[in-house]
């Protein structure tokens, strides 16, 4: 392997960690329970240290706090992917034999 694959590979690896904070971001400024679960995470993190809980508690709280922010972006992923076939199927971009079969498995 040479210099510049090496060199390609970080630069593609940190472009991608790049992309995953801007998404981040991006959750907790335009979702409103993504906000909630936010603001309930910091309450979380202040009553854990106020009351001095043990370091296999920390990991229990942040581990909990990690699956509702990912659950909350799974959840967002797929609202928005179920508005933009909503989109597509309500607008001209669908024919009638395929808005049928979309409507007919449950998707509409």
């Not at 907790?28 to 854990?48: D, I, K, M, S, Y």
């Not at 990690?66 to 799974?74: I, P, Q």
């Amino acid at each position: 392997m040479t210099t510049d694959s090496k060199t390609g590979f970080m630069r593609g690896r940190l472009r991608s960690f790049g992309f995953a904070w801007k998404g981040i971001v991006s959750l907790f400024r335009r979702e409103p329970n993504a906000q909630v679960h936010l603001c309930a995470a910091v309450l979380v993190v202040l009553a854990g240290l106020l009351f001095s809980i043990s370091a296999l508690e920390w990991c229990v709280v942040v581990l909990c706090i990690g699956c509702v922010f990912m659950a909350e972006g799974f959840n967002t992923a797929l609202e928005c992917i179920a508005d933009k076939v909503f989109f597509i199927a309500k607008g001209s971009g669908l024919a009638d034999d395929e808005r049928a079969s979309l409507q007919a498995q449950g998707v509409l």
